[in-house]
């Protein structure tokens, strides 16, 4: 049996008390109770003992199960937070038997047929039940207009059927009392793409999506060359017979890669035949993306060919959905679970000349972490026999970490600034190893994930996605274990041999116990709770005093909570208990490297994604927040700029109260806004955003009371 030697130190940061808010959090998320409300849970603690017993039960013998346990417990007590769904859930199966440990799902694909349709909608229904997050990809569907010879009609095209799974979606939230959470795709080269970035700016309408639009590769060299784009659908075999198209004749069909070959024309290399219903100018699609984005911060960009090219299952999957927040890109029916490292545990003499980092407990708890997780694929929960299935046969997890803004400023280094990036890339990589250390480890001891161990057939396809297999003799017809092709021609894992080239040799030989290992997700609630408002994920603070505002059961209108900084905490703790940001007396004044969001450049923001997504084998969540009065034409650079810095995925904020209202406000902004509201007998009343106001019985600020209003989810949650 592994063992790890522990060890305590002490550094004044968790004797740190939680703020009233955090406290607040875990008790209405995460603390086990009974369905009386009697609390099972009676500490933070306790939550710690059930997840860590929960996942030890896993091994196999009680003195592995008690020597897990003990292991497991030392780690979530020095910074190992699993996510919302397996904190909440494992060992609550007593009391909610229905629930599952999984944060991240994909639907099925959607085919075009409505009984397909209906069908996916039945399976997110049950999903979300679950307490599962899921994303789909819409783009499947042909577009507005089309004829369907079954039906004898034409089409209302996927925006229509995208209503349908918004409404599902808020019902089965409402009636389970979370949230859910869904995430729409949209390939670039739909004919319907334009009505897609267009869909959320009528007020209420698919306010239970993100969405995001799949951006390739061809579409950028295009906007790049203010060339023309293809607006195109797949054509169908029998429709390329009946109609006598030529398929070469390229002003009427585009070949193009798509998820779905089946029943559509498709040649040698894998390209599916696109009949094209509309060519227009890329700069103009693109100017239509950026000026939605600028004003209504979505659709959000997913760099699709980067995400295929780097995706460790090359061989068997084709990615085209991620999940809500986008930092699992997912096959059809993919899950996956997720955690995050509090790094700010491990700052050490924090604000002083001497602050480090400990690099050596920081790699223990990434390692012991590496096995909780693993062991959350057997309590997995998962409604749909085709999601357990994918979980088991690939163990996908998404360890990230958060605290890195609060982090960076306890070691006294500003957000953006090379020593803060070359200390992002270095806890990204040492996350990484010290994980496919473990990986390798656990393939010996329990066996790899069983998809490793499978023999695939060498397609022409294949080849030409990895030009290096034909070099080293492998011809079509050849047959390969997935073990190879994940370990010696996945992108992401040849990265990973330029450093430690024996581990991978081994990984090939033996394989791995999990496909992927590594994602950073937001971890909003997680980060205020259990880690004390700690910096969200890989995101600064968003501020060092501000407001979030927090849905509450059986309340109208959501709640504005204030809340403080993990770092300015730690500071008024540890060095000046009077500091306080914008402090006008010299004795209560912050030093000049506690930043925050706004202080930093949308170019900063994207060189500390990319320092991460290289050792993050998934996807990144990460958000660049612009300011309100931004120019136009420099934020379209900030895409440009995340693409060449292959990037999986980019999302800005930009703070626009006409078109929502944000989860994290600062009081300036709040000051900064009025808001008019029209009463019953025709006259007005205008307030600033943060002014109280009653109204049905309750108390609302101005902000939420319209924000609600105005989107019809008032008196909802």
């Not at 209503?163 to 979606?169: N, Q």
């Not at 990589?429 to 656990?442: I, S």
């Not at 040849?494 to 081994?506: I, M, R, Y």
Request: glycine share 8%.
């Amino acid at each position: 049996m592994n063992s790890v030697q522990l060890k305590s130190v002490s550094t004044g940061v968790a004797a740190i008390p939680l703020q009233d808010a955090s406290q607040d959090i875990w008790d209405k998320k995460y603390r086990l109770k009974r369905k009386d409300g009697v609390a099972v849970d009676q500490s933070i603690d306790d939550t710690y003992k059930r997840v860590a017993r929960s996942l030890a039960e896993v091994e196999l013998t009680p003195e592995k199960q008690a020597h897990w346990y003990e292991q497991f417990l030392w780690a979530l007590r020095h910074g190992a937070i699993p996510a919302g769904r397996i904190t909440s859930n494992a060992g609550a199966h007593e009391h909610k038997p229905a629930t599952s440990t999984i944060n991240c799902t994909v639907s099925g694909t959607i085919q075009d047929s409505m009984d397909n349709i209906l069908e996916r909608v039945h399976e997110a229904g049950l999903t979300l039940k679950a307490g599962c997050g899921i994303g789909y990809e819409f783009s499947t569907l042909r577009p507005r207009g089309a004829y369907v010879s079954g039906a004898g009609a034409y089409t209302s095209g996927p925006l229509s059927f995208m209503d349908i799974y918004d409404k599902m979606c808020f019902t089965v939230s409402s009636a389970g009392g979370r949230r859910g959470a869904q995430m729409a795709t949209f390939d670039v080269g739909h004919p319907d793409v334009m009505d897609f970035v267009r869909a959320k700016r009528e007020d209420g309408r698919l306010r239970q999506f993100n969405l995001s639009l799949l951006i390739t590769q061809e579409f950028m060299d295009a906007v790049n060359r203010d060339a023309d784009w293809k607006l195109a659908f797949p054509l169908q075999e029998q429709e390329v017979e009946d109609e006598g198209l030529d398929v070469h004749d390229p002003d009427r069909v585009i070949w193009r890669e798509w998820p779905n070959k089946k029943g559509y024309l498709t040649n040698d290399s894998g390209l599916v035949a696109c009949r094209v219903y509309r060519t227009i100018r890329a700069q103009r699609l693109w100017d239509l993306i950026m000026s939605s984005t600028y004003d209504f911060a979505e659709p959000g960009f997913i760099l699709i060919d980067k995400v295929n090219e780097m995706n460790n299952n090359w061989f068997v999957e084709t990615i085209r959905a991620t999940n809500p927040c986008g930092e699992q890109p997912l096959p059809p029916y993919g899950s996956c679970l997720l955690g995050s490292v509090n790094l700010t545990r491990f700052a050490r003499h924090a604000f002083t000349e001497n602050a480090c980092f400990d690099w050596e407990e920081f790699r223990k708890v990434v390692a012991i972490f590496t096995r909780m997780l693993d062991n959350v694929v057997e309590i997995n929960g998962l409604p749909l026999g085709q999601q357990r299935h994918e979980i088991l046969s690939k163990r996908r997890h998404g360890m990230g970490f958060l605290g890195l803004g609060s982090t960076l400023t306890m070691l006294r280094m500003k957000y953006g600034s090379r020593e803060s990036i070359e200390f992002t890339e270095k806890v990204s990589r040492e996350l990484a190893l010290a994980g496919w250390r473990v990986a390798l480890d656990l393939a010996r001891e329990k066996g790899p994930a069983p998809i490793l161990e499978q023999e695939f057939e060498v397609t022409a396809e294949m080849l030409r996605k990895r030009p290096e297999m034909q070099r080293d003799g492998y011809r079509t017809g050849d047959k390969v274990t997935g073990k190879v092709l994940h370990a010696k021609y996945s992108r992401y894992m040849q990265q990973v041999a330029e450093v430690e080239p024996e581990l991978v040799e081994q990984l090939a030989e033996t394989g791995a116990r999990f496909t992927h290992h590594s994602s950073i997700a937001p971890t909003g609630t997680i980060s205020l709770s259990l880690a004390n408002n700690a910096s969200n994920g890989i995101e600064p603070s968003f501020a060092h005093h501000y407001f979030r505002n927090v849905i509450r059961e059986g309340r109208k209108t959501k709640e504005k909570v204030g809340v403080y900084s993990f770092e300015l905490l730690a500071y008024r703790a540890m060095i000046n208990s009077e500091a306080m940001p914008h402090s006008e007396d010299a004795d209560k004044q912050l030093p000049d490297y506690f930043i925050a969001a706004d202080d930093v450049t949308p170019r900063q923001h994207v060189d500390i994604q990319a320092a991460a997504q290289k050792w993050v084998d998934s996807s990144i969540s990460k958000t660049a927040n612009v300011p309100t009065d931004y120019p136009f034409e420099h934020f379209k650079g900030i895409y440009q700029y995340a693409y060449e810095q292959g990037l999986k995925g980019c999302t800005t904020f930009r703070f626009n109260p006409e078109a929502f209202q944000g989860v994290l406000v600062k009081e300036k902004d709040l000051d900064n806004t009025t808001y008019q509201f029209k009463l019953e007998d025709g006259s007005t009343v205008q307030l600033k955003g943060g002014e109280e106001i009653e109204y049905d019985g309750e108390v609302h600020t101005a902000a939420n009371l319209y924000d609600a209003l105005k989107e019809g989810y008032y008196g909802k949650f």
